[in-house]
């Protein structure tokens, strides 16, 4: 997800509570007088003490969407994030990274897969009959039917419904859902209607949200979604903050915002029992462009494998 102008801060502090009945709100670390060794040694202890879900960084340096990633590649990826999380959330079923649910449980992870859907409708169905394929292997614990479709224009609501109610009569027993941003689940009640899960992205730094009021504007945006919902469980599919390469108005990227982010959605989404994927696993430099030089820096590991903030 990347920086969208109409819904610049769309959530402020007079309505951050709006939506409170669908979760519990925690203030987080006042990190007011935490010194920087402190703070490193905590997002440290915070890693260690593992998380719901992190979305796979697929690509070396070097690489991009449209290669074809190796199985060895995915499983040695896989080895260095498997201590720290229950569950891997995949983009894609195609061009190897359907590798990426088959090695996730090989490794006793569980799996939130995603088909891409994009206006090429032979790739889209690639995707679709391999999300199946998948999931008949008894691989794909969640499916996601397409990711910010709607946002790109990629595809029409019926046609994004067509490919949602496909996978749910091939895939009787396993929850499909559809990924966008949680505004939009409040702006296209059909979609949120036709989906077994909401899958809800949420990023208070796209929106020029300050740190310090980062995790009450996280909370917000999943009160929102819940709150369209209407009682149906509501998993936050992506969240995180990029350690360097730029600001947007309020928002600023920096080792020591990333670390402060980090932490505090974690602890919320142990307190309160969220489901909650991080973005994103390492580094990936392909993703520098419409998002800008911020885009390659929301790793935990940066782009060689190697875990940030941590001094050797």
């Given at each position: 997800?990347?920086?969208?102008?109409?819904?610049?801060?769309?959530?402020n502090?007079?309505?951050?509570?709006?939506?409170?009945?669908?979760?519990?709100?925690?203030?987080g670390?006042?990190?007011?007088?935490?010194?920087?060794?402190?703070?490193?040694?905590?997002?440290?202890?915070?890693?260690?003490?593992?998380?719901?879900?992190?979305?796979?960084?697929?690509?070396?340096?070097?690489?991009?969407?449209?290669?074809?990633?190796?199985?060895?590649?995915?499983?040695?990826?896989?080895?260095?994030?498997?201590?720290?999380?229950?569950?891997?959330?995949?983009?894609?079923?195609?061009?190897?990274n359907?590798?990426?649910?088959?090695?996730?449980?090989?490794?006793?992870?569980?799996?939130?897969?995603?088909?891409?859907?994009?206006?090429?409708?032979?790739?889209?169905?690639?995707?679709?009959?391999?999300?199946?394929?998948?999931?008949?292997?008894?691989?794909?614990?969640?499916a996601?039917?397409?990711?910010?479709?709607?946002?790109?224009?990629?595809?029409?609501?019926?046609?994004?419904?067509?490919?949602?109610?496909?996978?749910?009569?091939?895939?009787?027993?396993?929850?499909v859902?559809?990924?966008?941003?949680?505004?939009?689940?409040?702006?296209r009640?059909?979609?949120?209607?036709?989906?077994?899960?909401?899958?809800?992205?949420?990023?208070?730094?796209?929106?020029?949200?300050?740190?310090?009021?980062?995790?009450?504007?996280?909370?917000?945006?999943?009160?929102?979604?819940?709150?369209?919902?209407?009682?149906?469980?509501?998993i936050?599919?992506?969240?995180?903050?990029?350690?360097?390469?730029?600001?947007?108005?309020?928002?600023?990227?920096s080792?020591?915002?990333?670390?402060?982010?980090?932490?505090?959605?974690?602890?919320?989404?142990?307190?309160?029992?969220?489901?909650?994927?991080?973005?994103?696993?390492?580094?990936?430099?392909?993703?520098?462009?419409a998002?800008?030089?911020?885009?390659?820096?929301?790793?935990?590991?940066?782009?060689?494998?190697?875990?940030?903030?941590?001094?050797?």
């Open positions: 997800m990347s920086y969208r102008k109409d819904h610049q801060s769309s959530i502090e007079t309505n951050y509570t709006q939506h409170i009945g669908s979760y519990t709100h925690y203030d670390v006042d990190f007011s007088s935490v010194p920087t060794k402190k703070l490193e040694q905590l997002w440290r202890d915070t890693l260690e003490k593992g998380m719901h879900g992190l979305c796979f960084s697929m690509y070396e340096d070097g690489q991009k969407p449209g290669d074809i990633i190796s199985e060895e590649q995915v499983n040695r990826r896989i080895q260095i994030i498997k201590p720290y999380t229950k569950w891997i959330r995949s983009f894609s079923c195609v061009e190897g359907e590798h990426i649910p088959r090695v996730a449980h090989q490794n006793g992870l569980k799996t939130l897969v995603g088909a891409w859907l994009g206006n090429d409708k032979t790739m889209n169905d690639a995707e679709i009959e391999s999300l199946i394929a998948l999931a008949k292997e008894g691989c794909v614990d969640i996601a039917v397409g990711n910010e479709v709607m946002y790109r224009g990629d595809l029409t609501e019926d046609e994004l419904l067509e490919y949602i109610n496909q996978v749910k009569e091939a895939l009787p027993g396993i929850p859902g559809y990924v966008d941003a949680y505004y939009e689940f409040s702006h009640p059909r979609i949120t209607e036709a989906c077994d899960v909401i899958l809800s992205n949420c990023y208070p730094y796209w929106e020029g949200c300050d740190i310090d009021h980062s995790l009450a504007h996280m909370q917000a945006m999943f009160g929102q979604a819940a709150h369209a919902g209407n009682g149906k469980k509501v936050i599919t992506e969240t995180g903050w990029p350690s360097e390469g730029g600001s947007l108005k309020g928002a600023f990227s080792k020591e915002n990333a670390m402060k982010y980090f932490i505090n959605a974690q602890l919320w989404s142990a307190n309160d029992t969220i489901d909650m994927f991080y973005f994103s696993s390492f580094d990936e430099s392909w993703k520098v462009g998002e800008g030089d911020v885009g390659a820096y929301w790793g935990l590991w940066d782009k060689d494998e190697k875990l940030k903030f941590i001094e050797d």
